[in-house]
C-alpha cells in the first residue's frame, strides 16, 4: 500500500473539541503528515497552540454567554463551509477531509459531496449521536444522509458503532472504531486531594463527589440534586461540587437546591474552567458523577478515569464502553435519583473498594488511550481511503 503524507485537513467549524481536535493534528503531524486545521474560535478559553500543523481559521464572533456564543456559530456556520469548500478545491492535489462535528449535516452533505467529485475522501468523526432539540426528527433525516454520504465513519467504542449501524445504516465497512487518546495538557501537576481541594478552595474533608462540564438539560444534574437529601442522610459531611459553563439558566438548579435544603452540601462554580484547573477539580473528588439521561459518549468520563477517579454513570449510549460495573465505577438507570443515590452512599462507604477502582480506571486508561496509538490508527485509515479501499 503506498504511503501517504497529505495533504489532510480537520474540519471542525464550531471547535467545541479544541483539546481533542489540537491533539489528533499533533500526533499525526508528528508522523510525518501535512496537516492543516481549520476552525473557528473555541466556545471557551483560547485555541490551543499549534504543534506542527497549520491553523485556518474561520471567522467567528465572542459573546458573554454560551447560548449568545452557539448562535453566532450557527450564523456563521454556513459560510465557513463555502470557504473551507473554495479552499481545498484550489489545492494542488486532494487528500484527506476529516470532519470533526457535522453541526449542520444538510449543509455539510452537499460540502462532502462537491469534494468527493474533486477526488477528496472524507472521514468523519462521530462524536456525538444525540438529536439536538427543537428539530430531532430533522436533524436525524439529514445526519442519516450525511453519514452515509462519506468514505468513512470513526466511532470512540464498540456499543457506538453498534449504534451508528442501528440509527443511521452506515455500512460496517465504513464503521472505524479508533479510541480517543490520553489527557495529554489536562494531565498538568500530579496533586493530592488536600492540594486539589486547597487549589479550588474547598475545605473540610470529607467525601467530594463532582459533576463537571456544560450544563445542559440531557447531564441530568436535576436527578443528581434530588439524589443528595438522601447521600447525606446516610454521609451528612459529603459535598457535591458542580462545575462547568451553563448553556441554559442556573437559576432553576439553585431553586432546586433550595427547595431541597442542601445548600450547605452543594458548591457550585458555574462557570468555564480553565485546562490548567481541570486536573485540580478532578484530583479533588472521591467520586464522579455522570447522572445523563440522553448521552453518546461522555468527554467527562475519559477525564475521570484518566485521572483514577470512578465513575457513578447512567447505562446509555456508548457510558458502558467506558464504565465497568464494579471495576472502575457503577452504571445505573437514567432518571432515578434513587438508583443515583443508593450507587453514591454503597461506593462511598467502602473506602477499600473505591481506592481499587480508582487504580483500575488509571491503569486502564493508559494500557488504552495514548495519541499516539489513536494517530497510527487514523493515518492507516486515512491510507486505505487515498488507496481506493474500503473504509
Given at each position: 500500500m503506498a504511503e501517504f503524507v497529505g495533504p489532510v485537513v480537520l474540519l471542525d467549524p464550531g471547535n467545541f473539541s479544541p483539546q481533542y481536535t489540537a491533539n489528533l493534528c499533533a500526533s499525526i503531524t508528528q508522523l510525518g503528515v501535512d496537516v492543516t486545521l481549520i476552525t473557528s474560535r473555541p466556545q471557551f478559553g483560547e485555541m490551543p497552540s499549534p504543534r506542527g500543523y497549520r491553523v485556518g481559521p474561520l471567522r467567528s464572533a465572542t459573546a458573554r454567554s454560551a447560548r449568545a456564543r452557539m448562535v453566532l456559530k450557527a450564523c456563521a456556520y454556513p459560510f465557513g463551509l463555502a470557504r473551507t469548500k473554495r479552499l481545498l478545491l484550489s489545492a494542488k492535489a486532494p487528500g484527506i477531509l476529516h470532519y470533526q462535528w457535522a453541526h449542520m449535516p444538510i449543509l455539510d452533505a452537499g460540502l462532502v459531496s462537491g469534494l468527493r467529485d474533486s477526488g477528496?475522501?472524507?472521514?468523519?468523526?462521530?462524536?456525538?449521536?444525540?438529536?439536538?432539540?427543537?428539530?430531532?426528527?430533522?436533524?436525524?433525516?439529514?445526519?442519516?444522509?450525511?453519514?452515509?454520504?462519506?468514505?468513512?465513519?470513526?466511532?470512540h467504542t464498540a456499543r457506538l458503532a453498534e449504534l451508528a449501524g442501528a440509527e443511521f445504516r452506515i455500512p460496517p465497512s465504513r464503521l472505524n472504531v479508533i479510541a480517543r487518546g490520553d489527557l495529554g495538557v489536562l494531565r498538568g501537576s500530579q496533586l493530592s486531594r488536600e492540594e486539589a481541594r486547597t487549589r479550588i478552595g474547598i475545605g473540610g474533608s470529607g467525601p467530594v463527589l463532582l459533576f463537571f462540564g456544560m450544563i445542559k438539560p440531557n447531564k441530568g444534574l436535576v436527578h443528581l440534586l434530588r439524589a443528595m437529601p438522601e447521600v447525606l442522610r446516610v454521609l451528612p459531611d459529603a459535598r457535591l461540587v458542580i462545575a462547568g459553563e451553563p448553556v441554559e439558566k442556573?437559576?432553576?438548579?439553585?431553586?432546586?437546591?433550595?427547595?431541597?435544603?442542601?445548600?450547605?452540601?452543594?458548591?457550585?462554580?458555574?462557570?468555564?474552567?480553565?485546562?490548567?484547573?481541570?486536573?485540580?477539580?478532578?484530583?479533588?473528588?472521591?467520586?464522579?458523577?455522570?447522572?445523563?439521561?440522553?448521552?453518546?459518549?461522555?468527554?467527562?468520563?475519559?477525564?475521570?478515569?484518566?485521572?483514577?477517579?470512578?465513575?457513578?454513570?447512567?447505562?446509555?449510549?456508548?457510558?458502558?464502553?467506558?464504565?465497568?460495573?464494579?471495576?472502575?465505577?457503577?452504571?445505573?438507570?437514567?432518571?432515578?435519583?434513587?438508583?443515583?443515590?443508593?450507587?453514591?452512599?454503597?461506593?462511598?462507604?467502602?473506602?477499600?473498594?473505591?481506592?481499587?477502582?480508582?487504580?483500575?480506571?488509571?491503569?486502564?486508561?493508559?494500557?488504552?488511550?495514548?495519541?499516539?496509538?489513536?494517530?497510527?490508527?487514523?493515518?492507516?485509515?486515512?491510507?486505505?481511503?487515498?488507496?481506493?479501499?474500503?473504509?
Open positions: 477528496w475522501r472524507i472521514v468523519a468523526t462521530a462524536h456525538d449521536f444525540a438529536a439536538p432539540p427543537p428539530f430531532a426528527s430533522l436533524w436525524k433525516r439529514q445526519a442519516l444522509r450525511f453519514y452515509r454520504s462519506v468514505d468513512a465513519v470513526v466511532v442556573f437559576e432553576s438548579y439553585a431553586a432546586v437546591i433550595g427547595e431541597l435544603g442542601i445548600e450547605r452540601a452543594v458548591i457550585t462554580r458555574p462557570g468555564y474552567v480553565r485546562d490548567e484547573d481541570v486536573g485540580a477539580y478532578f484530583q479533588s473528588a472521591d467520586l464522579i458523577v455522570l447522572p445523563h439521561t440522553e448521552v453518546s459518549l461522555s468527554g467527562v468520563a475519559w477525564v475521570a478515569l484518566g485521572f483514577g477517579r470512578p465513575i457513578v454513570g447512567t447505562n446509555i449510549g456508548g457510558l458502558p464502553d467506558l464504565v465497568e460495573e464494579g471495576v472502575n465505577g457503577v452504571l445505573v438507570p437514567p432518571g432515578s435519583s434513587t438508583a443515583l443515590s443508593e450507587a453514591i452512599t454503597r461506593t462511598l462507604r467502602d473506602p477499600e473498594q473505591l481506592e481499587r477502582m480508582g487504580e483500575c480506571a488509571r491503569a486502564r486508561f493508559e494500557a488504552r488511550h495514548s495519541w499516539a496509538r489513536t494517530a497510527k490508527e487514523t493515518l492507516e485509515l486515512y491510507r486505505r481511503l487515498m488507496n481506493g479501499l474500503p473504509g
